[in-house]
């Protein structure tokens, strides 16, 4: 398994922009499907977004298509989700996950990825 923590997160005002991070230990992060996935209170973990290990295919859920970025830098062991055009409801925990080491298919079930990191509050304000 691979360690994960996320940085970033803070309180930013509606239609602003933040930027977490995932760091990742160990020299395997190129070989490990990664994902964000976030949760806020009262409701059920969801899956946010998806990067491929062998092709950097990427993946979004329906609500942040084209208002967030994910991308990764293996060289940096690193995992980044660029989120733009904030909305209140985009406040939550948010989490990064990683798939058993060399998963090539994509899965937005959260039981389905088997290491996490502790998490990053992100707080939308009007």
């Known amino acids: 398994q691979v360690q994960l923590v996320e940085s970033g997160g803070g309180l930013v005002q509606a239609g602003g922009s933040l930027r977490l991070s995932c760091a990742a230990s160990?020299?395997?992060?190129?070989?490990?499907?990664m994902g964000w996935f976030r949760q806020a209170p009262g409701k059920e973990r969801e899956f946010v977004a998806a990067?491929?290990?062998?092709?950097?295919?990427?993946y979004y859920a329906d609500s942040v298509k084209g208002r967030f970025t994910i991308s990764r830098d293996n060289a940096k062991n690193t995992m980044s989700l660029q989120m733009n055009s904030l909305k209140l409801e985009d406040t939550a925990i948010y989490y990064c996950?990683?798939?058993?080491?060399?998963?090539?298919?994509?899965?937005?079930?959260?039981?389905?990825?088997?290491?996490w990191g502790q998490g990053t509050q992100v707080t939308v304000s009007s």
């Open positions: 996950a990683a798939r058993s080491r060399y998963t090539l298919s994509f899965t937005r079930v959260p039981e389905r990825y088997d290491s």
């Open positions: 160990g020299r395997t992060f190129s070989s490990y499907f």
């Open positions: 990067i491929s290990w062998s092709d950097q295919s990427t």
